[in-house]
């Protein structure tokens, strides 16, 4: 399964994941409920998993453009590593005026293999190609004095622990691997 989306920048040493929607073209997600796309019973528990992930993802798109409004509740799960990454990183980034364009870069990334953990838990393993572009913003209702934070360009793997977690599956964790800066090595193509 090959996803491509486009949008705004994070590191993956920082626990990666800035991106947009499935289609690169830099359409703005919705930071909503995730909707269960057909009832459970009617698609493997992969299937379930690999949508809800790229819904996840949509969302964090949406984080990185507005970090105060971070539905981190909706992305992590309770008590999880990454909730408590991903609730500092918004904090911080607010606090900084730091924010992410749907104009400014790409990220791409690509499920290569899902692993059913237990009934309720799961690890995916992706591959993942930044480019995405973070901005020090001294003003809101402009772009005029925006300064560029964060412009590396990296790629590697990471592996995504997911839990349920109120009826949807949700990060507790992400750890990746092989991270390479100035080259993608996913060979992901728009």
């Not at 919705?30 to 949509?58: K, M, V, W």
């Not at 409004?69 to 980034?93: F, G």
Request: aromatic share 6%.
């Amino acid at each position: 399964m090959v996803v491509i989306v486009s949008g705004c920048a994070n590191q993956l040493d920082e626990l990666p994941l800035e991106s947009a929607n499935a289609a690169s073209s830099g359409a703005k997600a919705n930071p909503l409920p995730i909707p269960r796309q057909t009832p459970a019973g009617e698609i493997s528990i992969s299937d379930q998993i690999a949508i809800e992930f790229g819904q996840l993802i949509d969302i964090r798109l949406a984080c990185g453009r507005q970090p105060t409004t971070c539905p981190i509740t909706q992305l992590t799960a309770p008590d999880s590593r990454y909730r408590n990454y991903l609730d500092n990183l918004m904090k911080m980034r607010a606090e900084a005026n730091l924010a992410t364009r749907a104009d400014a870069g790409t990220f791409r990334f690509r499920i290569d293999r899902i692993e059913v953990t237990g009934q309720s838990s799961a690890v995916v393993h992706t591959c993942i190609f930044d480019s995405l572009v973070v901005f020090d913003s001294g003003q809101s209702d402009s772009t005029r004095d925006d300064i560029v934070f964060d412009d590396d360009v990296i790629s590697g793997h990471t592996e995504w622990r997911m839990v349920i977690d109120d009826d949807a599956w949700k990060w507790s964790d992400a750890t990746g691997s092989d991270t390479t800066y100035g080259e993608d090595i996913c060979g992901i193509t728009s």
